[in-house]
């Protein structure tokens, strides 16, 4: 897992010491900043941190572990995602961060949980992103709805919507092109999208979700403010934190946007996504 497990050691090696002194709390601090949680974030739990050890009494190290592990999962209790079907997941997110492969790794896990998936490839701008995802629909064995490039991402959703309510399908996913926040025309095609998907089929759950690349730290951030900016955004995916992700940042994704975190993925396998939990996710830090 790459720096994220060795920010655990760290972590761990910390916990190791006996007594809860300055130099215990500053070297805690410090990694927690270095796990790009941010300056304001890990500030905001030493305090709370230290506010309860000072309630409690505590003077050692195995207690203060205790309750930094129930700060932790409590700054990650938002409202979660709400699976439901019939289920429109619509994915958005820059180039670069996994889109594609993150689609077949969420086929992968509706399939093994008995849900129908069809896929749709939105992605018009570039044919090598139509050929990737037709490529995996053939290995897990889902239908994709496409066209040629160049095509009207609204129209193939609008295929796609009907073949999805005329053969009953749990789970539509949606590939939408890599977006920058400069680029306005790809944001109002995105808007878009969403309409149409809200109109064709009001009585299915909704879903727009963002793919972030942990790696990016506290850059991920701005991404979320700039598709907020266009369209909602109710859930997160975040990729690659097995390369040189250090996990920290999904606190300040939670506490300044309020955004749960959906899915979280550890390698580059289809089998490599996990449901977030809050609670095992602080235990793997801590434990």
């Given amino acids: 897992m790459g720096i994220f497990k060795k920010f655990f050691e760290k972590l761990k090696y910390t916990f190791k010491r006996t007594e809860l002194n300055a130099s215990f709390y500053d070297e805690l601090e410090e990694l927690l900043v270095s796990s790009d949680m941010g300056v304001e974030t890990a500030l905001d739990i030493m305090d709370e941190l230290k506010a309860v050890c000072k309630t409690k009494l505590i003077k050692d190290s195995e207690h203060a572990q205790i309750e930094l592990k129930q700060i ?3 700054k990650l209790d938002v409202e979660p995602v709400n699976f439901s079907y019939p289920l429109i997941i619509t994915v958005v997110g820059v180039n ?6 993150t689609i077949a790794k969420m086929t992968k896990y509706f399939t093994k949980n008995k849900k129908s998936v069809l896929l749709a490839a939105g992605d018009t ?3 090598a992103a139509t050929e990737q995802l037709n490529t995996w629909a053939e290995k897990l064995k889902v239908k994709i709805i496409k066209q040629g490039e160049g095509a009207d991402s609204a129209s193939v959703v609008f295929d796609a919507l009907t073949s999805m ?15 920058l926040h400069t ?7 995105l808007q878009k999208i969403n309409n149409i998907a809200k109109r064709e089929h009001p009585t299915a759950n909704f879903l727009n979700l963002i793919v972030l690349d942990a790696s990016i730290g506290q850059n ?12 909602d955004i109710d859930g997160i995916i975040l ?3 097995d390369g040189t992700a250090k996990g920290g940042v999904v606190y300040p994704i939670v506490n300044e946007l309020k955004v749960p975190i959906v899915f979280t993925g550890f390698g580059e396998g289809v089998d490599d996504l996990s449901v977030f939990d809050p609670v095992s996710f602080v235990e793997k830090i801590l434990m």
Wanted: charged share 30%; glycine share 6%; hydrophobic share 45%.
């Fill in 72 to 74: 932790l999962i409590n």
């Fill in 96 to 101: 670069g961060v996994g889109k594609t492969t």
């Fill in 125 to 127: 701008f570039r044919a």
């Fill in 165 to 179: 309510k005329a053969k009953n399908i749990d789970v539509l996913i949606v590939d939408t092109a890599g977006r």
């Fill in 183 to 189: 680029k306005t025309n790809l944001m109002k095609e």
């Fill in 220 to 231: 991920s951030i701005a991404q979320v403010k700039a598709f907020k900016d266009s369209v």
């Fill in 239 to 241: 990729t690659k934190l």
